[in-house]
């Protein structure tokens, strides 16, 4: 069997050439051009979205039937067309109906997203509890019954904080999703997926070379077809899509002044099955890393790990991303306060200048720090999605499973939420889910609900772990060690965590559930059971490979004594303390220093012999074991073999190198 995994690369287009004339279209015009576009179909989206956006038209949309009595198409423009719903272009301009079906789609998507938001709302108005910020088992149970399949604890919890705070600011609870917030925004991008070989056609004329064929408006408010024009874009396609993937139609959009061409493309790869798996790799998104993870196998219904923890530590980066949030506040405080000031002056004071200078330096330097932290998440995202599927892949696991990230969120305190929104968890998870369906292997995702409280060895989950600073202070409270007072477990947090999540998986993995939609599985239910660490055998020695290969001790052994020892064992002569030699020089020279020096002069200490050279830890990438940070510590990708049992031995050396993801 096989799947396809679409991934989508961002691409620019510097310029342009007008097809019907063969006019180069320099980059400046051809930025205007596409701003254009993507105003026009921005404002016909945006009318639609504002002129349905009421309890009774998304009632009609969610019934899935049109007033001919048909169901309504799935393509987002047919259905809204079938309604009655399609865009109207303004007085005095003209928008070819390619164009329309663009602005249809983008308003269709935003309006179903609306309905699925619009029925956790009234499932949530429905039971509304007597206390909303602690619900009992019956008031959990009531709202259970009545909500859409597949709506996690955040989701409900998140739409529960919304309701309150409109029903404290009007006085009384809303009527539904409408009174509770106002229509959603659409962006700047014309979406070209929605449109036929009349308004757009993409031609891949080299691997790496593109040609984007596209009508685009010479003015801003185009008057009549006159006013459009065919456009040849040349771009140049990244190496990360591959020479036989189907590429797909792009989206276009402006940012930072350049012509943006997010362009999908579809690749064809063996099919991962959702359960039958012995060997996993669990990973717990650490408190102390970023990343910890641990192999296991699954025989005779008992989880096996072999005891090797494997860390993701990005500590320095993501102090980094703090002190950056922390300026990006800050800029943005300034922005808002210059804003205000800049509000409450006109133009003939002689402030205004000078504010309206500030607050366009503050904006811009907000974004510059804005676009470093995004630049920043996503090479910390993927450089982490390819340590952890290269660990799975050098292991021989085909599965790899993660904590559900719907579950995560701080308790009884709000302090921990702003960690948790700042860490880029969500990218990871896209990121190893892409990499992985390259390689074949399953990506599951488990309740994370007590993975670090109790212990992975005692009890199946009974036995409460106690977290301490450190293993020798057991009796002070702290966070980053665990310890089992009934087994003695002693040992990492996260290393305790990834141990139950990859039980969680391995033994629940026949209740694996995977949404029709977006592909991804995820286990509802945690399935408790004990792991038990099986240390590797040592590898033999070469004398004793010898003696397996050949049946013959070229060096044997002097044989033991027969007689009991009857006398002590005789001491090593001593030598006298002043005989003993040092390689050090001494601290001050013995003989005064020669007038005139030849070569290096003797004086100083002598160079101190090192030892062996630590192997440098990350992923494996290359030969050199680098993650693309220079202060990312990483356990190093090394293929080890089995564990308890099997063959014996496990050494890096004379191992192929794990296949290189992209």
């Not at 670090?452 to 450190?470: F, I, M, N, Q």
């Amino acid at each position: 069997m096989v799947a396809k995994v679409t991934s989508t690369a961002s691409c620019t287009a510097y310029r342009a050439v007008l097809e019907a004339t063969g006019e180069a279209v320099p980059e400046r015009v051809l930025v205007a051009r596409v701003g254009w576009l993507t105003g026009l179909t921005r404002s016909l989206t945006a009318s639609v979205i504002a002129e349905r956006w009421t309890e009774q038209a998304l009632d009609e949309l969610a019934c899935g039937v049109g007033p001919d009595g048909r169901d309504l198409p799935v393509k987002g423009y047919k259905a809204l067309r079938r309604l009655g719903w399609g865009s109207v272009a303004p007085d005095g301009v003209y928008v070819s109906d390619r164009v329309k079906c663009c602005a249809d789609e983008e308003a269709a998507r935003a309006l179903r997203l609306a309905v699925h938001r619009r029925a956790i709302v009234q499932a949530i108005l429905a039971t509304w509890p007597a206390d909303p910020g602690k619900r009992t088992a019956a008031e959990w149970d009531a709202l259970r019954a009545t909500l859409p399949a597949g709506v996690g604890t955040a989701q409900i919890r998140n739409r529960t904080r919304q309701i309150r705070e409109v029903a404290a600011r009007d006085g009384m609870l809303p009527t539904g999703l409408t009174g509770a917030e106002d229509p959603p925004k659409s962006a700047f991008q014309t979406v070209l997926a929605a449109a036929d070989k009349q308004l757009v056609t993409v031609e891949r004329v080299a691997e790496h070379d593109m040609v984007l064929h596209v009508q685009l408006p010479l003015c801003e408010r185009p008057a009549s077809r006159r006013d459009w024009a065919w456009h040849a874009l040349p771009v140049r396609v990244p190496p990360t899509v591959p020479a036989d993937a189907r590429v797909c139609t792009p989206t276009l959009r402006v940012a930072a002044g350049r012509v943006r061409v997010d362009l999908p493309f579809t690749v064809i790869v063996a099919f991962a099955p959702a359960s039958g798996h012995t060997v996993g790799l669990g990973v717990d998104w650490g408190v102390n890393t970023l990343l910890t993870g641990v192999v296991g196998t699954l025989e005779g219904g008992r989880v096996r790990t072999d005891g090797r923890p494997l860390t993701y530590d990005a500590t320095t980066v993501s102090a980094k991303l703090h002190r950056l949030r922390g300026h990006r506040e800050h800029l943005a405080a300034k922005r808002d306060h210059s804003a205000a000031l800049l509000a409450g002056t006109t133009p003939a004071d002689s402030r205004f200048a000078h504010l309206h200078d500030q607050h366009a330096a503050l904006a811009v330097e907000h974004e510059r720090v804005c676009a470093r932290i995004r630049h920043l998440n996503h090479a910390l995202a993927w450089s982490a999605a390819r340590w952890a599927v290269d660990q799975a892949v050098a292991s021989g696991a085909t599965v790899l499973y993660l904590e559900d990230l719907a579950t995560l969120e701080a308790r009884g305190h709000r302090k921990g939420n702003a960690a948790l929104s700042g860490q880029v968890r969500g990218a990871v998870v896209d990121a190893v889910r892409h990499l992985a369906a390259k390689v074949k292997i399953t990506v599951v995702t488990v309740p994370a609900r007590g993975t670090s409280k109790y212990c992975p060895r005692c009890d199946s989950g009974t036995s409460v772990l106690k977290h301490t600073p450190a293993p020798d202070r057991l009796t002070e409270r702290g966070w980053k060690w665990a310890y089992c007072p009934r087994c003695g477990l002693s040992c990492d947090r996260d290393w305790a965590a990834a141990e139950r999540i990859v039980s969680r998986g391995l033994l629940g993995q026949t209740s694996t559930i995977t949404d029709r939609k977006t592909g991804a599985r995820t286990i509802p239910t945690a399935v408790e059971g004990d792991v038990a660490r099986v240390r590797r055998r040592r590898t033999p020695t070469r004398a004793a490979r010898r003696v397996r290969r050949t049946g013959t001790d070229l060096h044997p052994r002097p044989p033991a004594r027969q007689r009991k020892k009857d006398r002590p064992t005789p001491k090593r002569r001593q030598t006298r303390k002043n005989a003993q030699s040092s390689s050090r020089m001494p601290d001050r020279r013995l003989v005064p220093a020669p007038t005139r020096m030849v070569g290096n002069r003797p004086a100083g200490q002598a160079p101190q012999a090192s030892g062996p050279a630590a192997a440098r830890t990350g992923l494996v990438r290359d030969f050199h074991h680098r993650t693309g940070f220079h202060n990312v510590k990483a356990t190093p990708v090394l293929r080890l073999g089995e564990y308890g049992g099997g063959r014996r031995g496990a050494t890096p050396s004379g191992t192929p190198e794990p296949p290189r993801l992209r």
